[in-house]
Nanobody
Framework: QVQLVESGGGLVQAGGSLRLSCAAS????????MGWFRQVPGKEREFVAA????????NYAGTVKGRFTISRDNAKNTVYLQMNSLKPEDTAVYYC???????????????????WGQGTQVTVAS
């Protein structure tokens, strides 16, 4: 079992950058595929990015590809989401997610995921 705590959200101007962090408890972090999702009120939670257990394989939603970078540091039990060139439509609550026994490609589906953080608000002002 793993517990996830996000940080790094906030208010930023369009075109700016933020880096989200997700700290995980437990000694098995390196065995979890990790991902980031986001949700706005009235809409379903949507996939943003995922990273393999080793950190070598990543996957991104088309809307963020080229602007966001997911990475992980297994020694620090932390996964990151570097967000550049932010747009107002990136405004959402961002959730960290973790799951064992799936592929990075499968990490796009919320019903495949057992572990979630509490979320951190990102607001991009125009």
């Amino acid at each position: 079992q793993v517990q996830l705590v996000e940080s790094g959200g906030g208010l930023v101007q369009a075109g700016g950058s933020l880096r989200l962090s997700c700290a995980a408890s437990g000694r098995t972090f390196s065995s979890y595929v990790m991902g980031w999702f986001r949700q706005v009120p009235g809409k379903e939670r949507e996939f943003v990015a995922a990273v393999s257990t080793s950190g070598l394989i990543t996957n991104y939603a088309g809307t963020v590809k080229g602007r966001f970078t997911i990475s992980r540091d297994n020694a620090k039990n932390t996964v990151y989401l570097q967000m550049n060139s932010l747009k107002p439509e990136d405004t959402a609550v961002y959730y960290c997610a973790g799951q064992r026994g799936i592929t990075v490609a499968s990490m796009t589906r919320t019903n495949e995921i057992d572990y979630w953080g509490q979320g951190t608000q990102v607001t991009v002002a125009s």
